[in-house]
């Protein structure tokens, strides 16, 4: 017998096949034979190891290493380190997604050691073209007990026991199935094997015949002996050309060693098999069509009944089942019922196969026990989201399923649970969407997929499809109706009603799918003309303005700065924007994370590139402002000098009205003043923006606090035609835990008020602060400046949720901040009535949160205590709208004033709100965002037109850049801002991130694709 030392398996299923892995197989066993290692390693050509996003792989045994992403030059290294000295090569390792921690035993893979294998028991571990291999692992070991020790009721009885359903979408009990055509009547019958697969990014069924063609082999010829039939067929589509090569080597060795043809087993029992290429018609995945393209008939569905069992395949009753299906038969014959029952759930037993894909860090197959929640398919094995986006959707079941939203992470994943939510299971295609996703979009691909395959038999299927992706069509395009939403609706239901066959009655599916969970989003693109995700380019000109809240024309500015124009650049900025200095250092830039050229290598430098031209701007000697028009005879109260009021006291005073502020503080900027310390938003610098707004004619009143100083019906008797409330969100939560009222414990808000204020000056020994946003950061980078000894953050969920600009987080932990995660406070420990520590619990993360988010659960006797003279509470805040009396202004039971979130406006006539005290704590932008639209709305509510300045978008949009703009489109590394020393850091509150001089800023912009130049139609 021969025997190696180590064997190389070389994954080598389509996916790798296609990225040169056969090349990296020669390019092994050439070194090997030039290190005389022929005789003690043996290289072996596999079907997929499942992890598909990371090939070409290898797996090395025995020690169970896997390397990933490999090219041809690296085939020396494995060899000669690995193989011949024993080192594994590090840089080839998986990397961890999140933390890319390297790690080294395939075993302790996140992708691998979370998943159950009966299905996929032989794939990537055998040789699927040496029999021998598959009869090591007990191949045709279920044949001979079938044939040999049960009679075929036992057969159907051990099948039964084990409830298997049908993996081939509608999971229709399998020993059924098998009872019936066993009972039909006839000499001849048929055993069919469905391998056609047709749904977009489903690959379960070929990488099965790829990597283990026998066990289906074998399972068709169990079924064959229980159903009394001699003759199968194999029905593969034409695009799976290597899973027919394998398949077709796997009969003809099974035929060799007598698992197929005359007296299988020495049993009399005869029995052969062949293949039928299909030519990729998806409708031929239903069964019945199917069947007639195998009798060499065009390939369209025929009514049920009668039902393949009883008339199928040549009009004789025929058993047909998917190859997913198949494959567990020998597992369950030699194994029992009673050792698969043991996985699943009640109803829905076993284990399912998906071919996980979309948004997620490892796509590739995965088989996991029935009722496994998505949650943990999607984030435990599939890695979380990539680039760390949210999660938005899973679609199941392909064209014929539904999309899963992020309330429903914790579901189980089995027949029963999905069919409930308006997906399926079906034959495993598992699509993960991420916020980039467009719903609608969504939905217009499906269909789109669905009326280009159907087949044309019934009217409902081939016009009613056509109907509805035209409604689609054009709702993409921003020219949809409200009615639009009935009438997909009604077509929807008269398609599932009247549809021939089960691929036409499934075809509405994620159209309803989409409406029930994401209606918004529909009613969005008819109603705004918007497309939240980005993605329907017909409704914006440039992903990076259609995802800013002040609508800035980023790629305009972008542009302007690539040649050299700094003046026109914030000229463009400031049609937006009053704040842009201040949002160039703190804004959470989501125009970046649309960014396309982050599909290449990284996003633009959006928000550095705005900070930059504003500091040009202001170093100039005065801040940019456009000309107001006609002053009005009309005037306008904002409350609050936050950036949400100063954003709408801005384009009020653009608008020619006279404004004034009301602010509650001794200074302007709200939390931009007193919440974001100066090492990140120096003082001088928001001042000067302010005072460019004040210029404007805007008057600021400070200490002047809406229901102590003023109200409002004394504001309208002042003659004041409209309130705007911009009140932010300044009151910090508490932590409800005992000791949280001693000395020494303060809320995050209070205590960066008191240190931008210059109240708190001096902090001394351990600080811990509580939370995991930008609050709790800025308060222990604040206390670390201002003397403490010590600070640590203390967060209960982990690290990856925190969710602090993971910039900052990072800078944090630089400059010396110790972060514990997956930590939550139960007490503060207090000695003579201050501070001495805070008692904390270990957590373990558990269910998913309504927003995608596990739960964080207390582990028992883990309780430990952390020595602290200051404890910080930074756990949220929230609006205060306890001035609110008698004003006729509603109030949310989330605690935010109710608004029209188009209009901005309240239930009281005249009163509109914008920014954290109609969001509840949010982003700056977002506020500027809301201060601009509810200046608009105000507008239009006095008599104006409604329209804010925009006078550059004509000149821009047929504007061409003068340098060599393909060489820029390569890739190129983003231009790194220059960062403060951290030497330089301590007891220092300078500005920590410093600007971009002038070359690298030019050579920054020209990295823009300008994806907002179309082709004309």
Not at 204 to 214: I, K, T
Not at 625 to 635: L, V
Not at 683 to 702: F, M, P, Q
Not at 706 to 724: N, P
Request: charged letters at 25%; one cysteine or more.
């Amino acid at each position: 017998m021969e025997v190696s030392r180590a064997h190389v398996l070389v994954c080598a299923g389509a996916a790798c096949v296609s990225s040169g892995c056969r090349e990296i197989r020669d390019a092994i066993v050439n070194t090997v034979q030039k290190t005389g290692l022929q005789d003690e390693v043996k290289v072996i050509e596999t079907g997929c190891i499942g992890s598909c996003d990371i090939g070409p792989l290898a797996l090395i045994y025995p020690e169970g290493v896997l390397y990933q992403k490999l090219k041809v030059e690296d085939a020396e290294e494995i060899v000669n380190e690995h193989l011949l000295k024993g080192r594994v090569v590090e840089r080839l390792l998986y990397k961890e997604a999140v933390s890319e921690k390297a790690v080294e035993s395939f075993k302790e893979i996140v992708f691998f050691k979370n998943q159950v294998k009966i299905v996929l028991r032989n794939c990537g571990i055998i040789n699927p073209l040496n029999i021998e291999e598959y009869i090591g692992r007990d191949g045709y070991f279920g044949l001979a007990k079938a044939l040999t020790e049960m009679t075929r009721d036992q057969v159907i009885e051990e099948l039964d026991k084990s409830g298997l359903r049908g993996r081939g979408g509608g999971g229709f009990p399998t020993y059924l199935k098998w009872k019936f055509a066993k009972q039909s009547p006839g000499d001849v019958k048929y055993v069919v094997c469905n391998a056609d697969e047709g749904d977009p990014g489903a690959f379960m069924d070929r990488s099965v015949l790829e990597g283990d063609p026998h066990s289906v082999i074998e399972a068709m010829a169990i079924a064959a002996y229980t159903i009394g039939a001699q003759q199968g067929y194999v029905y593969v589509r034409a695009e799976y050309p290597l899973a027919i090569e394998r398949l077709t080597w796997a009969i003809g060795q099974a035929r060799e060693y007598k698992f197929l043809g005359k007296d299988i087993l020495g049993t009399g029992f005869n029995f052969d098999l062949d293949i039928r290429i299909g030519a990729g018609a998806f409708v031929c995945g239903e069964e019945t069509a199917l069947m007639r393209s195998i009798e060499g008939k065009r390939g369209e569905p025929r009514p049920r009944p009668p039902f393949p069992a009883v008339k199928g395949l040549f009009d004789v009753p025929t058993l047909l089942n998917n190859v997913e299906t198949y494959a567990n038969i020998p597992a369950i014959i030699v194994n029992g019922a009673g050792w698969y029952a043991q996985y699943g759930t009640e109803n829905s037993k076993g284990t399912k196969v998906f071919a996980l894909a979309g948004a997620v860090n490892n796509t590739g197959l995965v088989e996991v026990p029935m009722g496994t929640p998505l949650g943990d398919i999607v984030f435990n094995i599939g890695g979380g989201i990539k680039d760390g986006k949210r999660y938005k959707a899973a679609q199941l079941g392909g064209p014929s399923g539904g999309c899963i939203p992020v309330e429903y992470l914790n579901t189980p994943v089995d027949y029963e649970s999905i069919i409930e939510l308006g997906a399926i299971v079906g034959s495993g295609g598992l699509i993960v969407a991420d916020e980039d996703t467009c719903m609608v979009d969504f939905a217009r691909f499906f269909m789109d997929f669905v009326q280009h395959e159907s087949c044309g038999k019934c009217p409902p299927c081939r016009i009613g499809t056509k109907r509805m992706l035209e409604i689609l069509n054009r709702i993409t395009r921003g020219e949809g109706k409200v009615e639009d939403i009935d009438n997909l609706i009604e077509l929807s239901e008269r398609i599932k009603d009247a549809a021939l066959c089960g691929l036409g009655q499934t075809a509405p599916n994620p159209i309803l799918s989409t409406l029930r969970f994401f209606k918004h989003e529909y009613l969005e693109h008819i109603e705004d003309k918007h497309c939240q995700a980005g993605v329907c380019s017909a409704l914006f000109d440039a992903p990076c303005q259609n995802a800013c809240p002040t609508d800035q024309n980023a790629w305009g500015y972008v542009t302007l700065i690539s040649e050299g124009k700094f003046k026109e650049a914030i000229a463009l900025i400031k049609e937006a924007n009053p704040l842009p200095a201040t949002l160039g250092r703190v804004c959470v830039h989501p125009c970046e994370n649309k960014c396309r050229r982050g599909q290449i290598d990284e996003a633009v430098a959006i928000c550095s590139l705005k900070r930059f031209a504003a500091d040009i701007d202001m170093n100039s000697g005065s801040c940019y402002t456009p000309k107001p028009e006609a002053p009005k005879d009309k005037k306008v109260a904002v409350i609050g000098a936050g950036p949400g009021g100063l954003a709408g006291a801005y384009f009020l005073a653009l608008k020619g009205y006279k404004v004034s502020i009301f602010e509650a503080l001794p200074v302007a900027g709200g939390m931009l003043a007193v919440g974001i310390p100066d090492y990140r938003l120096p003082r001088d610098v928001l001042d000067k923006e302010i005072k460019a707004i004040t210029d404007l004619g805007v008057e600021i009143k400070y200490n002047c606090m809406l229901g102590k100083d003023i109200t409002t019906e004394k504001l309208f008797a002042d003659g004041y035609s409209a309130i705007l409330m911009a009140t932010g969100a300044h009151k910090g939560q508490k932590l409800n835990i005992p000791g949280e009222d001693a000395k020494g414990v303060a809320d995050g808000v209070t205590f960066l008020r008191d240190v931008n204020l210059k109240e708190t000056t001096k902090v001394s020994g351990k600080v811990v602060v509580i939370g995991g946003g930008n609050v709790a950061i800025d308060a222990a980078r604040s206390a670390l400046r201002l003397g403490a000894d010590e600070v640590t953050i203390i967060y209960r969920r982990a690290r990856e949720d925190m969710p602090a600009y993971k910039e900052e987080i990072e800078d944090a932990v630089k400059e010396g901040i110790k972060i514990q995660t997956l930590v939550a406070p139960l007490k503060i420990v207090v000695n003579d009535g201050n501070v001495s520590g805070i008692e904390c619990a270990r957590m373990s993360l558990g269910e998913f949160d309504k927003g995608g988010r596990r739960k964080p659960i207390p582990v028992s006797g883990a309780e430990f205590t952390i020595d602290a003279g200051i404890v910080i509470a930074a756990i949220g805040q929230m609006a205060d709208l306890s001035y609110l009396n008698g004003d006729g202004v509603k109030v949310t039971q989330n605690g935010t004033i109710e608004v029209n979130m188009k209009t901005l406006a309240t239930a009281r006539d005249g009163i509109f709100a914008a920014g954290d005290n109609v969001r509840g704590p949010a982003t700056a932008v977002e506020a500027v965002g809301d201060g601009k639209n509810a200046a608009m709305a105000i507008d239009k509510y006095l008599g104006g037109d409604g329209e804010p300045i925009n006078v550059y978008r004509d000149e821009l949009i047929n504007m061409f850049v003068t340098y060599n703009e393909a060489e820029y489109q390569k890739e190129r590394e983003r231009v790194v801002m220059p960062h403060m020393a951290l030497s330089a850091r301590v007891g220092c509150f300078k500005e920590v991130v410093l600007g971009y001089d002038s070359h690298a800023a030019v050579e920054e912009a020209k990295r823009c694709l300008h994806c907002y130049l179309k082709e004309e139609e």
